[in-house]
């Protein structure tokens, strides 16, 4: 084999050794969360639910969950709504963060601020959590609202 023809089987060679051990490398679950997600599906914020959830790498996330149907204020001033415009708000909402942690398929959520104040400063955790393409799906085992646990879907932000 001349010079040539042995560069280009070595750099073949390598080529199929890197491109094998990329695919033996798997991505860990952290890495697959970082990232921008929108809200598919949440039991508790009816059909057609909005939001946003970010996960950065640095292990601090921001999460906005909304019913579709928030009523607007009719007083065009959030410090003048109703009770009734308050209440269909609180209920149709919930934003939180804070900083993250994957341990297993379990994210632990170390919530710092929330519109619902009960989850100030605690420890949140979403089980059964997996990636696949671009889907987020996890376990709430303690939704805000109460009742029993639900699946929450994401989709990768584009």
């Not at 070595?10 to 860990?28: E, K, M, P, Y």
């Not at 959830?53 to 292990?59: C, S, T």
């Not at 963060?97 to 919530?111: E, I, K, Q």
């Not at 889907?135 to 709430?140: A, I, N, P």
Request: proline letters at 5%; charged letters at 20%; zero cysteines.
């Amino acid at each position: 084999m001349n010079r040539r023809g042995m560069l280009a089987f070595v750099s073949s060679a390598g080529l199929a050794f890197s491109l094998n051990s990329a695919v033996a490398q798997q991505t860990s679950l952290k890495d697959q969360l970082v990232g921008t997600w929108t809200l598919v599906t949440a039991d508790a914020f009816g059909p057609n639910p909005r939001g946003t959830f970010i996960l950065e790498p640095n292990g601090h996330f921001s999460a906005v969950l909304m019913r579709a149907n928030v009523p607007k204020i009719a007083a065009n001033s959030r410090l003048q709504g109703t009770p009734d415009e308050y209440k269909a708000i609180v209920d149709g909402t919930l934003s939180f963060f804070g900083t993250y942690a994957v341990s297993g398929t379990d994210l632990n959520l170390r919530v710092e601020g929330s519109s619902y104040p009960n989850w100030d400063e605690t420890s949140q955790k979403r089980t059964n959590v997996s990636v696949s393409g671009d889907e987020l799906r996890y376990t709430q085992p303690d939704p805000s609202g109460g009742g029993g646990a639900t699946v929450v879907v994401w989709k990768r932000a584009k």
